[in-house]
Each structure stands twice: as structure tokens, then as C-alpha cells.
């Protein structure tokens, strides 16, 4: 079982349809990330989860609603994307998140999302 | 200015050559700072991490830290084809909220 496992790897849906990306991690890693990974631009950071908790918000949009039950598990749920949100979602762990904490990354293999 | 900084390339290289990758950062408080590897339609690995100035060293790679200068690099010494992939320079640090910043990354393809 590799370290962080999402599924699906690729999902297309309409503009109408509500869906979920899934992220788990058997790392034993206290926080969680989801990036959204577009062509020719950086990754972006949407959301983090430390120890359950929603510790980051960066402006997504409220069409994009995450969800930590746990510290092995994420949820990306999507309703009304619109087509400029199509690209590859990527979650990711650390061991701890903030001041004292180790901030290496271990990724997903990624959900590759086309909106039509 | 962007706060993480790579050319977007492509870099090309020959077979058996040193690959220097070269990121610039914004923010001077930043205190952690990782090389990932992503291969296309694949998601990034980390494949090193520096935290203080100088030269770390793990097996081919070498990472190269300058603070003052803002400054961190990534070296591929006998560079190989299976080194082609976009390498992405992150950086974390306290004025940034311990958010990790990544750069747009800079694509570098060995020629056989």
C-alpha cells in the first residue's frame, strides 16, 4: 500500500453533478493537504487539515467544501465546478504542520478532473 | 515578484552531465526548502530537503542553500535520461504562515 492513496484517479463530470475526491494516508502524518495542480502554474494550496482541524483557507472557492473525519482521511467534495476548475487535484500529508514541525510533503498520485 | 522563482526551462542536458536547477525566494524568513520531482501526468516526490546554508549531499543530488542571497539550487550530477521531469522548488517558513510555496518548476530533459 503506497504512503497517500487517492481515488479516483481520473473523474470527468458536469457542471451540475456533485462528486468526491478521496485522499487516505498510512503514514501516520498528523496533517493533510489538497492542492489543485493547473497547467503551467504552480501548485496551489486550497486547504490543511492539522490534527482534523481546518487550519487553512486559501480562497476557494465554496463550491470546493473539504472534509477531515480523521487524520488518515480527506474529503474534496465538488458541486457546480465549472470548466476552469478541470485539473489535477493532489492530496498530500505531513508529519505535523507549523513551527516545529516537519513540512516534507508526501503526495497522492492525484485525481485528474475534467469538468464539461 | 513571485515569492518562489524557477526558470520554467527547458533545461537540456547530455547524458552524463551536471543538471543545476536554481530557484529565488521572496520571503526572508523562509526556513525550509525541498526539491520535488514530478514526472509527466505523475505527482511530485520529494527527492531532497535543505534547512541550513551550504551543501547537502545524497548520492547524485546536491542541494545548495544561500539565505543571504535567497537562493537554493539543485545539482544532478551523471545526469541520465531517466532524470527528464519538471523539478519543483518549494519553500516553507514562518512569515508565510508554515504554508509550503512551490514554484511553477523547471522542466529538464537528458538527451541520450
Known amino acids: 500500500e503506497t504512503g497517500v492513496t487517492q481515488t479516483p484517479r481520473h473523474l470527468v463530470m458536469g457542471m451540475t453533478n456533485k462528486k468526491s475526491l478521496k485522499c487516505e494516508q498510512h503514514l501516520g502524518h498528523n496533517a493533510m493537504y489538497w492542492y489543485k495542480q493547473s497547467a503551467k502554474k504552480p501548485l496551489e494550496l486550497m486547504f490543511v487539515y492539522s490534527l482534523e482541524e481546518r487550519v487553512e483557507n486559501n480562497s476557494v472557492p465554496s463550491r470546493f467544501s473539504p472534509e477531515c473525519p480523521n487524520s488518515s482521511h480527506l474529503f474534496l467534495h465538488l458541486h457546480t465546478l465549472q470548466p476552469e476548475d478541470s485539473a489535477l487535484y493532489l492530496c498530500?500529508?505531513?508529519?505535523?504542520?507549523?513551527?516545529?514541525?516537519?513540512?516534507?510533503?508526501?503526495f497522492g498520485q492525484g485525481t485528474r478532473l475534467t469538468v464539461v | 515578484q513571485k515569492e518562489v522563482e524557477q526558470n520554467s526551462g527547458p533545461l537540456s542536458v547530455p547524458e552524463g552531465a551536471i543538471a543545476s536547477l536554481n530557484c529565488t525566494y521572496s520571503?526572508?524568513?523562509?526556513?525550509?526548502f525541498f526539491w520535488y520531482r514530478q514526472y509527466s501526468g505523475k505527482s511530485p516526490e520529494l527527492i531532497m530537503s535543505i534547512y541550513s546554508n551550504g551543501d547537502k549531499e545524497d548520492g547524485r543530488f546536491t542541494a545548495q542553500l544561500n539565505k543571504a542571497s535567497q537562493y537554493v539550487s539543485l545539482l544532478i550530477r551523471d545526469s541520465q535520461p531517466s532524470d527528464s521531469a519538471t523539478y519543483l522548488c518549494a519553500v516553507n517558513g514562518e512569515t508565510g504562515g508554515f504554508k509550503t510555496i512551490f514554484g511553477a518548476g523547471t522542466r529538464l530533459f537528458v538527451k541520450a
Open positions: 498530500a500529508s505531513s508529519q505535523d504542520y507549523g513551527a516545529g514541525g516537519f513540512t516534507e510533503a508526501f
Open positions: 520571503d526572508r524568513g523562509s526556513q525550509s
